[in-house]
């Protein structure tokens, strides 16, 4: 009895693997069969378009050009499963996806499949492990140079954005917060710090070439008006469309007699994720001489430095990075030969390049200026106007004092607080020649109008205390905050906006 029961088991698995077997063999048969089906229709249409496109040409071209004449071959992908009697081609040729032979279409290669599919990513917040499927279909239907997992679309992309930039690290030595070129010493004579664990490794940043950034883009752009010196005096411009129009500018022509370039200098704080505190800091500049169109695009953009993290950069540790930047600028403060790119070829000039001029928002101009927060005292830049503050903080000595000592210590503290306007230490921009730390800071939109004046506005439109009021808009809320919220936002925007309704929260 126990074997008939163990030929039966025996036999039922064998009955079930064949089972299985002729499953997945109808399955690929269908797949196969629908694939031949796809590539007969694809062939039939390539067939047809090609046939209309030759009698187009017969027709457009006269007798004269019948030696001129193109005929377009349509190369299609095969999509059928390749079998073991197929030869497959070389792997140099399956990375290249031929589109078309015309001369003028760039061949698709690996890494542009690579980007789409990043871009696709991004676009509908797809998982590593949908990808990893999209490139998994990719590889069966045989498309030349696909990925076949996210590992090697990262892959694909870290080698063909291999960086040209002349790259150099610097660390913040954590006893005279002075700048070093060694982690594990402190390379200031006067400190003699050095690295012991389990200490932590000491914060460090990122500087590049500016000079041969800026050689870089004179070769190639053709967008680039140099200014030069004219009769006209600054208050005879009744118009003015670019920062080259203005007074400063047409007094630095006046005062230098070479040629000169001048820069904008940005910086503020990017957060990759918003799980983490963790923010980038890349420092960055702009060449004013090109024209405003070209001036902003990523080719025409000069990379300073980088503050990579941890945290925020603190006042000292931006000090730092800037003391590097501007040790690059004084030097092209001097003057140099440069290949600029011109209608009739490279033509050498002698550039003097000055920064006269930083865009910055309200808490990155802080760190730049040495200037307290926005909300604080003296918290403007541009003024020494004491701001008022809701909250009083009053410093506690650890000295036990009686009372005329403490009214003594409070008097010299507003005084010296009073005196420095808030100011608490040098701007390291000072060394430069046209930089004016007092005017060369721009005004920053976002946090002095629209958090500031326009703020107010909405307040006195929208709140309820002034409905009465001729200018209120509190009657009408409701259908603004309709005919908002009825707007389309692009894929990229992270966060809708609130409903008006809810502005008393804000």
């Known amino acids: 009895m126990t074997e008939k029961v163990a030929n039966w088991r025996l036999n039922r698995k064998n009955f079930e693997h064949r089972r299985r077997m002729m499953l997945l ?23 047809t378009t090609t046939n209309f496109i030759n009698e187009s040409i017969n027709i457009a071209a006269s007798p004269d050009d019948q030696s001129q004449r193109y005929n377009d071959d349509y190369s299609l992908p095969n999509f059928t499963s390749p079998t073991r009697n197929e030869s497959y081609e070389p792997q140099d040729k399956q990375n290249i996806l031929s589109t078309s032979s015309d001369s003028l279409s760039r061949p698709i290669e690996k890494v542009d499949l690579a980007a789409t599919l990043v871009a696709l990513k991004n676009r509908h917040s797809l998982s590593a492990v949908c990808i990893n499927d999209i490139c998994s279909l990719l590889c069966v239907l045989n498309v030349p140079g696909a990925p076949r997992s996210w590992f090697q679309i990262k892959k694909a992309l870290d080698k063909s954005c291999a960086s040209t930039l002349d790259r150099t690290v610097w660390w913040i030595c954590p006893s005279c917060k002075k700048v070093s070129d060694n982690k594990f010493t402190c390379s200031n004579a006067n400190c003699s710090w050095r690295f012991v664990p389990p200490a932590s490794m000491p914060n460090y940043f990122y500087t590049f070439n500016i000079r041969d950034q800026l050689s870089s883009i004179l070769a190639t752009t053709a967008d680039m008006y140099l200014q030069k010196r004219t009769n006209v005096t600054p208050h005879s411009v009744l118009s003015m469309k670019d920062i080259v129009d203005g007074n400063y ?12 370039l001048t820069l904008t200098m940005s910086t503020d704080g990017i957060q990759p994720f918003k799980s983490t505190e963790k923010s980038i800091w890349p420092v960055t500049f702009i060449i004013n001489e090109i024209k405003r ?9 000069i990379l300073g430095g980088v503050w990579p993290g941890p945290a925020k950069p603190k006042r000292f540790e931006m000090s730092a990075v800037l003391e590097t930047i501007i040790l690059q600028l004084t030097e092209l403060e001097k003057g140099s030969y440069f290949e600029c790119c011109s209608d009739a070829g490279y033509v050498s000039r002698f550039l003097k390049v000055f920064l006269i001029c930083a865009c910055m928002d309200k808490p990155a101009q802080a760190l730049v200026q040495n200037l307290p927060e926005p909300t604080a005292k003296f918290g403007c830049g541009r003024c020494e106007i004491r701001e008022l503050n809701d909250i009083e903080i009053e410093k506690i000595n650890r000295h036990s004092l009686d009372r005329k000592g403490k009214r003594q210590l409070k008097q010299k503290l507003i005084k010296n607080k009073e005196s420095e306007h808030g100011i608490l230490g040098p701007c390291v921009l000072r060394q430069l020649k046209y930089f004016d730390v007092g005017f060369s800071f721009v005004s920053d939109n976002l946090h002095n109008v629209y958090q500031g004046v326009t703020r107010k506005l909405l307040s006195l439109w929208l709140r309820a205390d002034y409905k009465r009021e001729d200018w209120s808009c509190f009657n009408h809320i409701h259908q603004l905050s309709s005919m908002l919220q009825s707007f389309r936002f692009p894929s990229t925007t992270g966060r809708r906006p609130r409903s008006l309704l809810k502005f008393k929260k804000s």
């Open 25 to 47: 063999a109808k399955a690929n048969g269908r797949f196969l069969k629908e694939c031949e089906q796809l590539n007969e229709g694809l062939t039939q249409w390539a067939q």
């Open 249 to 260: 500018y047409r007094k630095l022509l006046d005062e230098e007699s070479d040629d000169i």
């Open 293 to 301: 169109k070209k001036r902003f695009t990523f080719q025409n953009l």
